[in-house]
Structure formats: structure tokens, C-alpha cells
């Protein structure tokens, strides 16, 4: 009997030990670092589908054969606001350019905001609505803003959280293969 | 004084038997019962049962700890929406779930994986019930060995003569 209880007493501690070790060596780690990166990073563009204000369909293959930036905004979003300069100067600079897209999708708004915030701003960059959020359910979004480089061969090769800086889309357009 | 063994044998007749056997069968009925009721295939379930089950599961990507059910933001309802769509296809929640895996991380599953560091999170409980369990059983044996002891004719006797003997002047 004395022999039997310090067997369970040692396997008792054999497995405290190893739950401890095991947390042990948890500690630090982030259990939510994967929703600080893409998961699409390296992957096929998604399929999707967005509509202009004036109407126009945008299928994910109206992508292929061009470099593109892919951006999620919203107006009511300061950040957007803050980033939305950068937009306007990295449009400008690409406006020339048929092998260049700059596609802003709103990711969740109102058709009224976004008429008027364009209206206003009058945008050198594509602006498209996505009703029912399906674009940005796609692309693993998870605020706003948020920019995917896409290559010419419907990869997407880069990405941002957050505001992007004009260096930040040209280093991600040149990753995308652009000029 | 009796011999040890002897409150066994009186603890142990058949109505204590009956007792015992009656206990084992309701606990292995209840445990039955429980698996039954925890392994119900996923068939039973209506479609809306499905997508709320599988949003309740689903963190709301632009929250910090409301599942897709239980948020209103512009992604839980495209998600809830989604789910509605792949459940009508035809697709499995394993699926369903691995393809939100896929486009976000696992983290945005909020009942951990059941492999990795998630396996400890689901076993452990288990393996601390089965450790505590077996520990009961031992405890439980120890007792039953543990002879009753009454007290007998003579040990009350001796008992009267000690007591006498204090009494005296």
C-alpha cells in the first residue's frame, strides 16, 4: 500500500510538472498574435465583389494582369481621414498608369457618407461600396484601414494594418511588381 | 473485542449490496446518458440552429471578446450572414470553422483547438477528474479495511474499574 500511494503521489507530480513546464513556457506568448497579421499573406486574392457609386461591378479577376492596392475605409474613420492624404498623393503619382490600380473599398457605411465625403474630396482612386461587408469578410479584415498589394498574377503579396504612409503603398507596390 | 473484519461482514449484507449495485447502475446511467446527450450527432439540428451555434463559436473580428452572435458590427452581421450561405451549400462546421481559420487565425475560433495547447486545456479537466476519481476509490478501500471496533463485555468492564478507581477518595 505504502508503494502504491507513492507511485500516485509521483505520477501526481509527474503531471504537475509537465502542466507547469508547459505553461511555463507560454508565458509571453500572445494566443491572439495571429490577429496582428494576415493570414492571406503569400495566398490567391479572394474571390469578391464590389460596386462603384456610379454602378460599376469590380470582380476580383478585373484584378489580374495589374498591380493593385486594395484599401478598406470608412469615412467616419479617423485614421482613414489621416491616411486618406497619402491615398491622394500615391493616386496621383499612378494616375497614368492603366497597369496600376488603386481600388478603396468601404467597408461599412453608409452610400449617403461615402457620396458625400467623395463628392467633396473628388479622389484620383477607385472608390467602391461593399454591401453586406462580403469583400471584407473575404480579405480577413478586421478594422479599418487596412491595404493589400495584389500581384499581377492575383497573389497577394503585402499588407498593413493601420494608416499607410505614401513610402508605405509605393514599397507595397513595388512588391506587387509595379513600377 | 471483536475480530477485525467482522463490521465488514455485517456492512456488507445483502441490503448494502443491493444499495452498492443500485448506486453503480444510476452513475452508469447518468454517464451514459451524459456521452449520449454530449456525442447527439449534429444532424438533429435545423439549419438556424447551425449558423448560431457556429457564430456563437466565431470571434467578432473587430471586437475584442464578443463572438459573431453576440455582436451588432457591420463584420458580425456579414459574418452571420456568410455562415446562413455556406450552411444552406451544404458545408460542415469543421469546414465552416477551418475556413475562418484560414482567413483569420485560429484565434478567431473562440473554443480552443483540440490539438497543441489546446489539447491541455480540454484534457486537463478530464485527467484531473480520473486522477481525483482514482484517488476517491483508494480512500473509500482504505476505509472499508478499517476494522469497526465494539466495544465488548469486558472492555466495558475495564472500563467501569478505572472509572471506579478515579471515584475513590
Known sequence: MRHRTRWIAAAVGVVVLAVVVVLATQIGSDPRADAKTSQLAGKPLPEFTVRTLDGTTITSDDLLGRSTIVNFWNTWCVPCVQEAPALARFGAAHAADDSVLLLAVVRDDTRRAVEKWVASRDPAWTVALDPGGQAALAFGTRGQPETFAVSPDGVIVAYQFGPATQADLETMLRAAGGP | ?169
Open chain 2, 1 to 169: 473485542m471483536t475480530a477485525p473484519g467482522d463490521a465488514d461482514v455485517a456492512a456488507d449484507g445483502p441490503a448494502a449490496r443491493r444499495l452498492r449495485t443500485a448506486v453503480w447502475v444510476v452513475l452508469i446511467v447518468v454517464a451514459v446518458a451524459a456521452l449520449a446527450y454530449a456525442l447527439r450527432p449534429a444532424g438533429s439540428r435545423t439549419d438556424a440552429e447551425r449558423v448560431r451555434d457556429l457564430a456563437a463559436e466565431i470571434r467578432c473580428p473587430d471586437c475584442e471578446s464578443l463572438s459573431a452572435l453576440d455582436s451588432q458590427t457591420g463584420s458580425a452581421r456579414a459574418i452571420r450572414r456568410d455562415l446562413r450561405q455556406r450552411v444552406a451549400d451544404g458545408e460542415s462546421d469543421a469546414d465552416i470553422r477551418r475556413t475562418y481559420a484560414d482567413r483569420y487565425g485560429d484565434s478567431v475560433l473562440l473554443k480552443p483547438a483540440s490539438d497543441g495547447l489546446g489539447l491541455l486545456v480540454w484534457g486537463l479537466p478530464v485527467l484531473l477528474v480520473v486522477v481525483a476519481g482514482a484517488g476517491l476509490v483508494v480512500a473509500f478501500r482504505r476505509w472499508r479495511r478499517t476494522p469497526t471496533l465494539q466495544a465488548t463485555d469486558a472492555d466495558t468492564a475495564i472500563v467501569e474499574q478505572a472509572r471506579a478507581r478515579r471515584a475513590e477518595p
